[in-house]
């Protein structure tokens, strides 16, 4: 999600305590997926689409994780002894 500088952990501050509300503008880095190291060898220009559905993808699992990981942990119960 770099490819302006926003990293998946920044963005992920922009959700609310119910994963809304964040905006994400990735349109340059779906369109020029196909150009990416990542993708170069799977797709070409004709299958742009294609790639930009894999980048898509991809950008959504890593800022869902990043959602999960700025989400407080709950605490752990303690057992009744």
Known sequence: MEHNGGKASDIALGFDKNNIGGIVNASR????AYQKD?????????????ATRAE???MRDELNEAIKEKEPQSPKRRQPS
């Open 56 to 58: 898509a993808i991809r």
């Open 29 to 32: 880095s779906l369109m020029c």
């Open 38 to 50: 990542e993708w170069k060898p799977k797709f070409s220009e004709e299958k742009f689409a294609k």
